[in-house]
Structures are given as structure tokens and as C-alpha cells.
């Protein structure tokens, strides 16, 4: 059922940065007594069994396309109320570097495999640190964090993310390049004339996190001052940059970490 238009601001804030989830949580203790694992780390509604199977009928829960490890609440109300909201979030992009040098030194059943291999491990990272997965396109990969369904903890969770992405690179001999931002973005679900729904985030600070992950190098991660500073993590022993982007107007202070 339909949320009126006047609440759906606060309902997409809400879920997205505090107790978006306050009726899954309350469902919580009743959820958790069905069979069985795997389950939504918010509601503890089962994936699988004769419990996944009570899900998917009566309340047409499965694993979240974001976030296998979340259910599909998201998904559900994206769909009945296309909107969104102004919410603090992090950011995560990383980027193949040299895709197309590379493609030209393998065959396109080898490349193919490489860019499997690095959307695979990519998003195994990001989901265990439960991030939500925006989008695979190309040679990148983009996701983003709040604290409603991540924690409080959220941006370290993102930096964490990238660690892990920019190890298991290393041992994969995959060469990308990390950008990690955090701030204020519009998050929500928008739609197209024929029916289509895309829950993403937009906005001057996303295109910031984009631009600084364009300028990592490959086994760089970048993280602005901001992103850091929202973490608890001190940075002054980390490498600092001033970074000139393009359709920024004012330099982004970034440090830069590795795996």
C-alpha cells in the first residue's frame, strides 16, 4: 500500500539514516524463531526452508538485490513510493585501471574473466561490510552506506570495503583505483515512463566520490578529509593531496591509503 506523498521524504530519510527499519526490527523476535539461515541482518527473516518459504508467501520477502544479506524492503517500498530523500551517506567507486591497455594484451575470454573476477570480489567485499551495491558497469563498481542499515559505524565500514577490494586486487593482479567520500546526498527510487524503478544515490557529493576515485592510481585508495574525519580515523600519518577536479569548484583534501 501506497505511503502518502507528504510522508515519503521522512520515510526514505528515515530508513535510510535511522530506524528505516523499525517494523522489521519489531518483527525481529518473532522472525528469528523460523528456520532458517540465511537471514536479513536487520529482521532476521529467513532466505531459506520452510521459513524462507513462509517469507515469500506472506510477505513477499527474499534476498535484497542490493545486499543478499538484507531482505528486499527496499526494493518493495521503492516500488510503491518512487521518491527519496536528503540523507548522509558514504561512498565507495572503484575502477579498473588500464581496462582498455589490458584488453588489448589478453584474449576476450581472458579479459572476460578478469572483469568477473574483480565485479565478484568487489561486491563479496562491500556486502560483507554491508554495503548497498548501486551499480556494476563497465570496468567499475559503486555503492554506497547509511547508518539505518549499516550502523553507526557506516563510513568506517566504507573504508574497511576498500581495504579488503584493494587486497584482494593485489593477490588477483587486478590494478584499480579508490575513491571513498562522504556527505549529504539524495537517496531514493527513480523511475522511468515504463514502469522501471532504480534505487541510486545523486547529487554534487556522489559526483565528487566519482571524480575522486578517477584520480587513484592503481593500488591507491583516496579518501577525502571529510570521509576520514566522519570515521574517527586519524589520518595525519597518512600521505595528503589537493585535488583538482573536474566541475568541483574548490580543491578536495584527500589522504591516501592502501590494502
Known amino acids: 500500500m501506497a505511503v502518502n506523498k507528504d ?14 527499519s523499525s517494523v522489521e526490527k519489531r518483527l525481529f523476535h518473532t522472525f528469528r524463531l523460523l528456520p532458517q539461515d540465511p537471514r536479513c541482518k536487520l529482521c532476521h527473516a529467513p532466505f531459506e526452508g520452510m521459513g524462507g518459504l ?37 561512498m565507495l567507486f572503484v575502477d579498473v585501471r588500464g581496462s582498455t591497455s589490458l584488453s588489448e ?8 574473466d578478469l572483469i568477473n573476477r574483480f565485479f ?38 566504507t573504508i574497511r570495503a576498500a581495504q579488503k577490494i ?8 587486478i590494478p584499480v583505483g579508490i575513491g571513498v567520500h562522504a556527505g ?22 556522489v559526483n565528487t566520490a566519482a571524480r575522486i576515485a578517477s584520480k587513484a592510481a592503481a593500488g591507491e585508495i583516496l579518501i577525502s578529509e571529510q570521509a576520514l ?18 566541475g568541483i569548484s574548490e580543491p578536495v583534501s584527500v589522504r591516501v591509503m592502501r590494502a
Open 229 to 246: 574525519k566522519a570515521a574517527g580515523i586519524d589520518s595525519s600519518q597518512l600521505e595528503s593531496r589537493n585535488l583538482e577536479l573536474k
Open 184 to 205: 549529504v546526498a539524495f537517496f531514493g527510487a527513480m523511475g522511468s515512463a515504463d514502469g522501471l524503478v532504480n534505487i541510486s544515490a545523486i547529487g554534487d557529493e
Open 120 to 157: 565478484v570480489e568487489s561486491t563479496r567485499a562491500i556486502v560483507r561490510e554491508d554495503g548497498l551495491l548501486e551499480k556494476l558497469a563497465g570496468d567499475a563498481v559503486a555503492a554506497f552506506w547509511g547508518a539505518g542499515f549499516a550502523g553507526r559505524d557506516y563510513v568506517a565500514k
Open 166 to 173: 584493494q587486497k584482494v586486487m593485489e593477490g588477483q593482479k
Open 105 to 112: 594484451q589478453m584474449t576476450v575470454t581472458d579479459f572476460r
Open 54 to 90: 513462509v517469507m515469500r508467501t506472506l510477505y513477499g520477502k527474499k534476498q535484497s538485490t542490493l545486499n543478499p544479506h538484507f531482505c528486499n524492503i527496499c526494493e518493495n517500498f521503492a516500488k510503491s513510493n518512487p521518491g527519496g530523500a536528503e540523507v548522509e551517506m558514504s
Open 7 to 20: 510522508n515519503v521524504e521522512q520515510l526514505w530519510h528515515d530508513w535510510f539514516t535511522s530506524d528505516a
